[in-house]
């Protein structure tokens, strides 16, 4: 049975793969942030992704590498820097120098979130990054192609849309993808006999699709799920939004400067809830200080 090392594996898409893909494969997971319990036929090492050495120890004897691991949202070039530049570069560096032919790269539709929603893109496209994150996605998948070209690495890159058992709003009816989906995919990035240096769009087969999924579907992708399903439930609720991010397909990423990280650690939530009520006290002692004045 194949070993397969997934980074960031404590995260939302780490723990739908860990449930599909349990019995298939002995899975070895990684995290800066400790993932308890373990099921069967699972190791847990923990690694921070600025430490080659850490990635040198998970990569050690794994047949494949599926990189998840690194900051998740848009956020300050101090926080993208570390995590998915420096992060990505350890963790395609550690998997080369232990001779790990096979890298799965969780790319993302915001290396390509500049383009309308009026437009379908494929595989070939220019990237476009909507974000710093973005261009970190971008810059992973330039590496992934130097890795397969210079090294002989064998690299699938997966512009995941969002990954959730329904989607979330409109946006997402066009990029959604069914854990389910997810996990058939990332198996074809693994087994595939013959992929030296691939870009697919890890979507379900939505009738809104803003993609052109050839690619996967050439490698034998055959999604079970569409969006369409929960789009009349969905949209009777949806509000308008900000007009920027209703032209793109990126969406916030286009305008905003920072999102929320869905994934900090215990410590940073901590302080940004401490931060939060300090900002909060703050408002509420101007706020009484001005109808005093008044
Ligand atoms: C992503 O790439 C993010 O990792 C995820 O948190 C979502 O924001 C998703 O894109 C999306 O576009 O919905």
Redo the contacts with the bound molecule.
């Keep these: 049975m194949k070993t397969i090392l997934i980074t960031g594996a404590a995260g939302g898409i780490g723990g739908h793969l860990r449930r599909a893909l349990a019995g298939k494969y002995k899975l070895r997971l990684s995290d800066r942030r400790p993932i308890k319990p373990l099921a069967k036929g699972e190791s847990f090492v923990r690694a921070e992704l600025t430490r080659l050495g850490d990635l040198l120890r998970a990569t050690k004897g794994v047949d494949a590498v599926v990189h998840l691991g690194g900051y ?2 848009e956020g300050r070039w101090e926080d993208i820097h570390p995590a998915n530049i420096v992060g990505c570069y350890n963790a395609f560096e550690a998997a080369r120098r232990n001779g790990v032919k096979r890298f799965l790269f969780a790319s ?3 290396a390509v979130g500049y383009y309308r929603r009026d437009e379908v893109i494929d595989h070939r496209v220019m990237v476009r990054p909507d974000s710093r ?1 973005g261009v970190a996605k971008a810059f992973g998948e330039a590496l992934g192609r130097l890795y397969a070209d210079k090294y002989g690495m064998q690299v699938f890159c997966m512009r ?3 990954v959730n058992p329904a989607p979330l709003d409109k ?2 009816l066009s ?1 959604w993808i069914s854990p389910r989906d997810m996990a058939q995919l990332v198996e074809i990035g693994i087994e595939h006999p013959e992929i030296r240096f691939e870009i697919v769009y890890g979507v379900s087969g939505n009738a809104r699709s803003w993609y052109d999924n050839e690619n996967a579907f050439r490698l034998g992708y055959l999604p079970q799920d569409d969006s369409e399903v929960f789009a009349q439930a969905l949209l009777a609720r949806e509000q308008p939004g900000d007009p920027r991010a209703e032209t793109y397909q ?2 916030v ?1 286009v305008h905003a400067e920072m ?1 929320e990280n ?1 994934a900090p650690l215990p410590t940073a939530r901590r302080r940004s809830a401490k931060k939060r009520r300090t900002v909060g006290t703050a408002k509420k002692a101007t706020a009484v200080s001005k109808a005093k004045k008044k």
């Design positions: 998740s949202v993302s539709n915001h994150y995941i849309g969002n946006r997402r990029i990126g969406g990423f999102i869905p």
